[in-house]
């Protein structure tokens, strides 16, 4: 029992990210019809938004000490953050809470972004077909992924969790289990939280404003919006930089569980294709509740019991799920009638 | 030549086709191409995307997930070196086979949806073969060091037919030919020939007229009564083959196989070199991955100290200045080139550079003699 819920908990971290990047593709597909395949390349910006603040925040001076000498004989140099140096212990603090600082740097740029995107870009292509719409957006993923590279290099730069979350929570003990059986680390339960404020957010602006009732009907019927004379196409372009955003604070916050490198988006986006296409084409609820699944069914797939049963099951899982699910339910799990049907 | 039942243009264009790759190293000499291994890559990725375009070009369906089939040829024809015989010919037929009865598998469920889905499909089952190649088949793919030729390999057919084994790794042979240089540039570009012949063959048959039916509208393909699934899984299956086949020759020119060909982004290439040609047209995708191939080689072979030699006339600042940013375009920077490119092409030349030479053609005509614009064909895929 305890590893099932251990395996549940792993997989939900897991299955956050991918419900925030396909929540993200599916409110683009739904609102303006395109098949983003840059958007895996908008969670890896979001990602490097944190590695570019904790560089900004850790400048630092160096000074020689010519009073102290190292073992090797030159004099020891004092490294002094800026930052610290200007906000003493404020700034220390900021150095480490880096990550979730990085997201009101993230929210602007990611917005920008995708409006310049989906005005620059996105724009000229709705009337095209969708296979010219993923050749494109694949052609801009290769080149934003370059850029990165070209500026950041091919390692994985590891990002530090605040040192409040460092540790693990033992979780288990409030669920009744022995101590140390169902042990999580704090930064996932950060994330999971987060996940589920980000998801509700977005919903609840969907639902509950003027805004989202304009969007939804734009959803149901763009010519008849259009019609009584709202400018659905701004609309759709703020709900295009939405999911910008959305997909840019999930690469942030997921930086400390796994370091950002140039292709984390790629990687990221075949998943979450398969997760859009398991919970139904333009269906919201439906890419959340896929992901979450999907990450759930993963994490099991990886425990070794499984694993010495169907070698190999933890690999091509999430695969062979989408495989089954097209042609068993070929509208996706909650998949509406007409979307993506020629 | 009334035997091959083709018309005059064809038949010229068969015959320029096969000048050009008789005559390859001649004309890549000049440009700084002329060496086997380079063109070798033509003829293979050639081959590649001739019969991507089958699939793609014909019947609109864009599967992401062919280099699955690359990689399957590719180890098919490593294994065919260990256990049979250094010999070429059963390798690239196994290879080919194999190749045609996984797309067969893998075509017979993709292919029951179309569009978006359809793209998903087979990326979920290239991507399942990747994951599968990198963990657990590794008995059978070696995993992450690829496959590899060794010493005391089996090779059962050599044995025999009593064929010495020498000190060292033996060499890929065709009779006794060895495959490496010239001769097997000629092996690969024959085999292109061949596979071109046979895409001509089937652009001009009823059935390929029927794939283009399937393109332009499938619904009403059906209301005919016409199931139109046998047609299109024809085409994949066809296009697997010749995917196996190119994998075949990768490994027939250097008898080694790993599961990176299999990845998505190797499937991504073989879309962008056919999109890149022209789509849909006989020449285009040849002449897509030709110049892809090419321009990788030529461009990611510079580095720093070429492009600051390049620029060395200039002031020191300004050589400075030009070498880092021609330099985020070339070497480790091709890739973004390519991305660039590709997006170009997407935007403004949806035929490829086929459509390019279609317009530059149909401007000097319009200009000279005043005849009305050549129509613009469809576009190639589906909506």
């Not at chain 2, 190797?266 to 047209?281: D, H």
Request: aromatic fraction near 12%; charged fraction near 10%; glycine fraction near 12%.
């Amino acid at each position: 029992m305890d590893a099932f819920i251990l395996q549940v908990l792993n997989g939900l971290d897991k299955g956050g990210a991918y419900a925030l990047i396909a929540l993200g593709l599916t409110l683009v597909f739904g609102t303006l019809g395109v098949v983003n395949f840059a958007h895996g390349a908008l969670f890896m910006l979001g990602a490097f938004c944190a590695v570019i603040v904790k560089k900004v925040l850790t400048l630092e001076r160096v000074e020689l000490d010519p009073t102290q000498l190292t073992a090797w004989g030159s004099p020891v140099e004092i490294r002094t953050h800026y930052i610290e140096e200007w906000f003493g212990d404020f700034g220390t603090l900021l150095i480490d809470f880096s990550v979730p600082a990085s997201i009101f740097l993230a929210i602007p740029i990611m917005l920008i972004l995708g409006i310049v995107m989906e005005r620059g870009l996105i724009r000229h292509f709705y009337k095209r077909p969708h296979a010219d719409q993923i050749l494109v957006t694949f052609g801009l993923a290769i080149v934003i992924q370059e850029i990165v590279k070209a500026q950041f290099g091919a390692n994985p730069i590891p990002q530090a969790t605040p040192e409040m979350f460092s540790g693990s929570a033992d979780i288990g003990v409030l669920m009744g289990f022995a101590q140390n059986t169902v042990v999580y680390p704090w930064w996932r339960i950060i994330y999971l939280i987060f996940a589920g404020v980000i998801l509700s957010s977005v919903f609840a602006f969907l639902q509950f404003t003027t805004f989202g009732m304009v969007v939804r009907a734009g959803m149901a019927d763009r010519e008849t919006v259009g019609l009584l004379g709202i400018d659905i196409d701004r609309k759709f372009t703020i709900v295009f930089g939405l999911a910008a955003v959305v997909a840019g604070v999930a690469g942030v916050m997921y930086t400390p569980i796994l370091a950002p490198d140039y292709h984390i988006g790629m990687d990221f986006l075949v998943l979450s294709f398969v997760v859009v296409v398991v919970g139904g084409m333009g269906s919201l609820g439906g890419a959340v509740a896929a992901g979450f699944l999907l990450g759930i069914l993963q994490s099991f797939a990886s425990m070794n019991e499984v694993k010495s049963l169907l070698p190999g099951i933890d690999q091509v899982i999430i695969y062979l799920i989408a495989v089954v699910v097209l042609l068993v339910r070929p509208r996706g799990l909650m998949g509406r009638k007409g979307v993506m049907e020629d | 030549m009334n035997w091959l039942n083709i018309n005059k243009n064809d038949r010229n264009l068969l015959i320029g086709f096969i000048v050009v790759v008789l005559l390859g190293p001649l004309i890549m000499e000049p440009i700084g191409g002329g060496y086997p291994d380079l063109l070798q890559k033509f003829a293979i990725f050639g081959i590649f995307a001739i019969g991507f375009n089958i699939l793609f070009g014909l019947t609109g369906y864009l599967s992401f997930g062919h280099a699955a089939f690359l990689g399957i040829g590719s180890y098919t024809a490593v294994w065919s070196f260990k256990l049979l015989t250094m010999n070429v010919i059963p390798a690239i037929i196994l290879a080919t086979l194999l190749g045609g009865f996984f797309a067969l598998i893998i075509g017979f469920i993709a292919l029951r949806r179309s569009g978006i889905y359809f793209s998903i499909l087979t990326l979920a089952f290239a991507q399942m073969s990747y994951n599968l190649a990198y963990s657990v088949l590794t008995p059978i793919t070696n995993g992450e060091t690829g496959l590899q030729l060794r010493l005391h390999d089996a090779r059962v057919v050599d044995g025999l037919f009593g064929v010495e084994r020498t000190a060292g790794l033996p060499n890929t042979e065709l009779f006794g030919l060895a495959m490496s240089g010239w001769n097997g540039y000629y092996f690969c570009g024959f085999l292109a020939i061949v596979g071109f012949f046979i895409s001509l063959r089937i652009f001009r048959s009823p059935f390929g007229l029927m794939l283009r039916a399937v393109k332009s509208n499938q619904h009403r393909l059906s209301y005919t009564g016409l199931n139109t699934r046998p047609y299109t899984l024809a085409a994949f299956v066809i296009s697997g083959m010749y995917a196996g086949l190119a994998g075949g020759l990768l490994a027939v020119t250097d008898p080694l196989a790993g599961a990176e060909r299999m990845q998505w982004t190797a499937s991504g290439e073989v879309v962008l070199m056919t999109i890149f040609g022209g789509a849909g047209t006989l020449l285009g995708p040849v002449i897509g991955s030709a110049v892809i191939k090419y321009f990788e080689n030529i461009f990611s072979s510079f580095n720093e100290g070429i492009l600051l030699n390049a620029f060395s006339f200039l002031p020191e600042g300004l050589q400075q200045a030009f070498a880092w940013t021609v330099g985020l375009f070339v070497g480790e920077g091709w890739h973004l080139t390519l991305g660039l490119l590709f997006m170009f092409i997407v935007i403004f030349l949806p035929g490829g550079l086929m459509e390019g030479a279609t317009r530059i053609k149909s401007l000097f005509q319009s200009s000279t003699k005043g005849s009305p614009p050549i129509q613009k064909d469809l576009p190639v895929e589906k909506s």
